[in-house]
C-alpha cells in the first residue's frame, strides 16, 4: 500500500509538471507572437528557443507529453492553438492541418503565418 501511495505522489508531481509546461508554453506563443507583431527580432528569437524548449520537455515525458501538447491545438485561442499545430503536425497531421486552417482566416500575421505553414507542409517543405 505504500507504494501506491508513493507512485500517486509521483504520478502527481508529474501532472503538475506536465501542467506548467504546458502553461509556459502558451505563455511562450503568446509572447512569441507579440514579439512578432512588434517586429522585435531579439525577442521573437528569445521566445522562439523557449518553445523549442519547452517542446523538447513535453516530449521527453513520453505520449502524455505529447497527447497533451497535442490537446492544445484545440484551445480557443487561436495564437496558442496555431504554436501547438505546428509543433504537433507529425503526430497528428488532419487535426493540426484544419487547426492550421481554421487559423488561417484570422486577420494580420497570425493568418498569414497559419497559410504559410500549411503551404509548407503540403509542399513538403517542413522542417522540425
Given at each position: 500500500?505504500?507504494?501506491?501511495?508513493?507512485?500517486?505522489?509521483?504520478?502527481?508531481?508529474?501532472?503538475?509538471?506536465?501542467?506548467?509546461?504546458?502553461?509556459?508554453?502558451?505563455?511562450?506563443?503568446?509572447?512569441?507572437?507579440?514579439?512578432?507583431?512588434?517586429?522585435?527580432?531579439?525577442?521573437?528569437?528569445?521566445?522562439?528557443?523557449?518553445?523549442?524548449?519547452?517542446?523538447?520537455?513535453?516530449?521527453?515525458?513520453?505520449?502524455?507529453?505529447?497527447?497533451?501538447?497535442?490537446?492544445?491545438?484545440?484551445s480557443?485561442?487561436?495564437?496558442?492553438?496555431?504554436?501547438?499545430?505546428?509543433?504537433?503536425?507529425?503526430?497528428?497531421?488532419?487535426?493540426?492541418?484544419?487547426?492550421?486552417?481554421?487559423?488561417?482566416?484570422?486577420?494580420?500575421?497570425?493568418?498569414?503565418?497559419?497559410?504559410?505553414?500549411?503551404?509548407?507542409?503540403?509542399?513538403g517543405?517542413?522542417?522540425?
Amino acid at each position: 500500500m505504500m507504494t501506491d501511495h508513493v507512485a500517486g505522489a509521483g504520478n502527481r508531481q508529474l501532472d503538475e509538471r506536465l501542467e506548467r509546461l504546458l502553461k509556459r508554453f502558451a505563455v511562450a506563443a503568446r509572447a512569441h507572437h507579440e514579439a512578432l507583431e512588434a517586429l522585435d527580432e531579439e525577442r521573437t528569437e528569445v521566445q522562439a528557443r523557449m518553445i523549442a524548449g519547452l517542446h523538447g520537455a513535453l516530449v521527453r515525458e513520453g505520449k502524455q507529453g505529447e497527447e497533451l501538447l497535442l490537446n492544445l491545438v484545440d484551445s480557443p485561442d487561436p495564437i496558442v492553438a496555431g504554436m501547438a499545430a505546428v509543433y504537433s503536425i507529425r503526430l497528428d497531421t488532419g487535426r493540426c492541418l484544419a487547426a492550421l486552417r481554421r487559423i488561417a482566416k484570422e486577420p494580420g500575421l497570425l493568418g498569414f503565418r497559419a497559410e504559410v505553414a500549411i503551404q509548407r507542409w503540403e509542399s513538403g517543405e517542413w522542417e522540425e
